[in-house]
């Protein structure tokens, strides 16, 4: 059973330009989630999203960020425009209906030069 | 969410046991408490997960005493492997919220 999967796993952009993140779930799951993690902090939730809907956009920047989730397909973290602020890593997460136990992937290292 | 405080830092040698304590005084009635281990450049990793007395799977243990207001992670006899930082959350089911509001973590190292 493949775990959650995330690509690209490294994502070099020049200021302007958007950047795409692509996270598969696990096999089975419903929900995912983005989180972000800037150098030397912990994570930080961004969005969760069901298949087509967006549930809890909290964490998210009022401009720039959006994600969606589609009936197929993987999730897609898109950031337009992007600035050196953005560089981080993007984590995403996957879960069942039935349980509240996230598995995350490997990550997407974006840098903005 | 409540909120957790756990040590910033944690020294030990290979062959230990490590305890590591997380505080979470305002944890409420459906929470439930979930430990996570991080390497460098690499996502969180699901441990364990507990809601009350004790819990152990093949890779660690977490005890819980009957107020819940604290929570133990415990690793029998660490290796160099398990230097990483290790994140306490507290939240409840998924259908309630989702989010998983991570701390700082404890980053422990191991040494030989």
Known sequence: NAGVMQNPRHLVRRRGQEARLRCSPMKGHSHVYWYRQLPEEGLKFMVYLQKENIIDES??????????F???????????????????????????INTDTQYFGPGTRLTVL | LAKTTQPISMDSYEGQEVNI????????????????????SQGPRFIIQGYKTKVTNEVASLFIPADRKSSTLSLPRVSLSDTAVYYCLVGTNLNQGGKLIF???TELSVKP
């Open chain 2, 103 to 105: 701390g700082q973590g």
């Open chain 2, 21 to 40: 304590t997380c505080s979470h005084n305002n944890i409420a009635t459906n929470d439930y408490i979930t430990w996570y281990q991080q390497f460098p």
């Open chain 1, 59 to 68: 964490g998210m920047p009022k401009e720039r960020f959006s994600a969606e």
């Open chain 1, 70 to 96: 589609p009936k197929e397909g993987p999730s897609i973290l898109r950031i337009q425009q992007v600035v050196r602020g953005d560089s981080a890593a993007y984590f995403c997460a996957s879960s069942d």
